[in-house]
Structures are given as C-alpha cells and as structure tokens.
C-alpha cells in the first residue's frame, strides 16, 4: 500500500507545526492540514505572550525554528509572585541559580510566523488547507478524509495526530472524552507601558477573582494576562484606555511606576479540558487536543511542545511504523508524569489564591514566606519555570537547515 504520507497532522497552529519540523529533522514525512490556509494564520492578529521555557527554546533551537524568532524575545531573568492583600512573596532569580535567564517571552505572532516560514523550508513537509471529516482505521494504515471548499479527497498514512485545539476533531472522531471545568473567567490579553523599566521580571500577582500577570517584553513594553469572571472582563473591555489602565494599577500597584499606554485587548474564555486518553488506534492528541489548562504559570504551550517533542523522539527511538500500538501506548506512559504534575501545579495555584477571608489571607501569607525562606523548594519550582521534566530527551532532534 503507498502512503501520502507517514503523519497525518491535524492542525497547523503553533504545537501542529512544531511537530511537523520534528518529524522533519527524524527523516518522516509529515502532511500538516489545516482549516485555515497557513498565511492567513500568520498574519492574524494576536496580543498573546509566550513564556517560553528554557527547555522549549533549546527545542525550538534545534528545529532552526528559534533563529527566526529570536528577535523579538525578551530574557526572563526574574519571577516575582505575590497575593492582593497578602505580605510577603516568592522572589526567583535565574542568577541564583548560575542562569542569566529562565527562558523567555516571544509574542505569539511571531512565533507563529517563524513556524509557517521553517514548515516553508522543509522538504519533507506538505501544507494543505481543509478540514478533516472522516477516519477509516485499518491494520496497517488509516484513511482519512479532507474537505477542502467543498472538495473531498482521501489521505493515505500510518499515524494521525491530533493538533487541532480545544474542539478536536480528531478526538472526537475516535470518540475521546474529555473532563471538563469551566472556570467562569475570561482572560484579557494586551500590552501595557510601564513608567519603569520591567529588568526582565515576570509579575504573577494573584487575586481572589484570578491572576494578574506582567510579563517582560521587548522594548521595555509589558504583555498583561488578567484572568476574572467573565461579566467583571465584558465591563473592563468596555472601559476607555484611561479607565482600563486605572483598574489595572489598582491591582497591580506600582512597582513599575504609573502605566503609560495599554495596547489593543483581547478575550479568551478560560476552562480546563482534559482528554481521558491520549491514543486511539493510529491515533494521538497533542497539544491542546489533549488538555487544555489555566494560563495561570505560562505552561500551556510549553506543555504542548513537550508533547509534540516527545512524540518524535520516540518515533525516531522506535524506527518501523509510527502507528504501531505499542509503541502509542508507550508514548501515552511516559506522557502521563509531565501531564500530571503541570496540571496539578496550575490547579494548586488556582485554588491557593482563591480562598478569601482572613484565615485564607494568613494562610497564604505564610505560604508565600516560608516557600521563599526554603532553598530546595524554591530550587523545585525554579527547575520546573525551566521546563525541565524527567525523561525528555532532546538529543534525537537534529537540526537541519532552511533551503
């Protein structure tokens, strides 16, 4: 039987793309397919930040993504967190630990763009625009169908990926469910002027309706996520920039000086999706397809890579057919640890700085100033900001260059 292709990646985004230059580097032929045609999406418009770990610019270093990109990163040499209402904080410094940086932010835009100009370059990468509508699994291959404008044609390949977001189609074709909460929050995205320079701190403040996080940017600028119930987040994307940056500083105070100018904003709905599974027969979810977490912590995408980097590196460990079964369920194992424990710590977060009253205000105080007095758990949580997680090998990426 010929194959179009060995993967058959759903989705484009930034996750289906970082797959696709993986699968690049390991010697397999990736078709990526998206509903939306590739240079659309890279000139969308989006006031999203990244925070991207150290362990994710070494992977995107390695898939010649990082040097198109690099320009517009911003080193987070610092990460501050705090409590509306509480004393005392937790202060983690990348020069404590012998690092200028733990990593860095990039605006979602130009990674974006970087990825569609590396997937470009790639000889063993196809792009095509559709959406998938169909899967007819075999023993040995799968038979999925496209709709391009109405077109339909079929797709030959011996592993499907799951890299299309929160509302999967792959997933819900092999019929995955999902736990799902809704947080009740909307997140507003933009970009604020600080009255001083933000000297590569990364603010987490945390208040009983959700956090409030600055994040260093180039140019001396600072990218806002600012989670809250959804009706408090339609009444402050109605305020005049004035009103909006008042509010703003009211949480945040003024440890950057007065907020000067506040950049277009931006919604997104907040909720946790998690897939019950990760493997169907010839089948994987990655990305958001497989969870969708809290932006509170930064790790949403950073978790998403991990697992598009995993899924290669074991592809190229195993060799042979990338749909074989054990080697999925292998792959969903080792999967399991990283998915955990990031979850985990964005919901120990959420629920920490939820509590209000007195007692929770005392409670999380004393949180705050015995995890800053304490070396190896600051050393714990410093390793995970870093991105590092047991059993990631980057080693089988290799990097080959744009044409």
């Avoid at 994040?215 to 600012?226: K, N």
């Avoid at 949480?251 to 907020?259: M, N, P």
């Avoid at 990338?322 to 964005?346: C, F, M, Q, V, Y």
Wanted: a neutral charge.
């Amino acid at each position: 039987m010929t194959n179009d292709c060995d993967v058959l990646i759903v989705g484009g985004g930034l996750v289906g793309s970082s797959l696709a230059c993986a699968l690049d580097a390991i010697g397999l032929r990736a078709l990526l397919v998206e509903a939306a045609p590739a240079r659309r999406l890279e000139r969308r418009w989006d006031e999203r930040h990244f925070v991207l770990t150290r362990t994710s610019i070494e992977a995107l270093d390695r898939l010649g993504v990082w040097p198109l990109a690099r320009h517009e990163a911003e080193p987070v040499r610092a990460v501050n967190v705090t409590g509306v209402g509480d004393f005392g904080s937790v202060r983690l410094s990348a020069t404590e630990h012998g690092l200028e940086a733990f990593g860095a932010t990039l605006p979602a835009r130009v990674l974006g763009e970087a990825l569609a100009a590396r997937v470009a370059a790639l000889p063993g990468v196809r792009v095509e625009a559709g959406r998938l509508v169909g899967l007819e699994t075999g023993d040995d291959a799968v038979h999925a169908t496209i709709d391009a404008d109405g077109a339909a044609r079929t797709v030959t390949t011996r592993l499907v990926v799951g890299a299309d977001g929160t509302d999967s189609a792959v997933r819900r074709i092999h019929g995955i469910d999902v736990e799902r909460v809704d947080y009740g929050q909307t997140a507003i995205v933009s970009v604020l002027a600080p009255g001083r320079p933000h000297a590569g701190i990364a603010h987490e403040r945390m208040t009983a309706d959700g956090p409030f996080a600055l994040l260093p940017l180039a140019g001396d600028r600072t990218g806002l996520v600012w989670a809250m119930p959804t009706a408090e987040a339609e009444r402050h994307l109605a305020l005049d920039d004035a009103a909006f940056l008042t509010a703003a500083q009211r949480v945040f105070g003024y440890r950057l000086g007065r907020f000067a100018r506040a950049g277009r904003r931006q919604t997104w709905p907040l909720a946790r999706q998690i897939a019950t599974r990760l493997v169907a027969p010839r089948a994987v979810l990655v990305g958001n397809a497989a969870q969708t977490i809290h932006p509170v912590g930064a790790q949403g995408f950073n978790l998403g890579l991990r697992d598009a980097v995993a899924l290669a590196t074991r592809l190229a460990a195993a060799g042979g057919d990338p749909g074989a079964a054990e080697l999925l369920a292998a792959h969903a194992a080792a999967r399991a640890s990283d998915r955990e424990r990031t979850i985990a710590w964005t919901e120990s977060l959420l629920r920490g700085f939820a509590r209000t009253g007195a007692l929770g205000r005392i409670a999380r105080s004393a949180a705050l100033v015995g995890l800053d007095a304490q070396a190896a758990l600051k050393r714990d949580l410093a390793f995970a900001l870093m991105g590092h997680r047991d059993g990631l090998d980057l080693a089988g990426l290799t990097r080959t260059e744009a044409a």
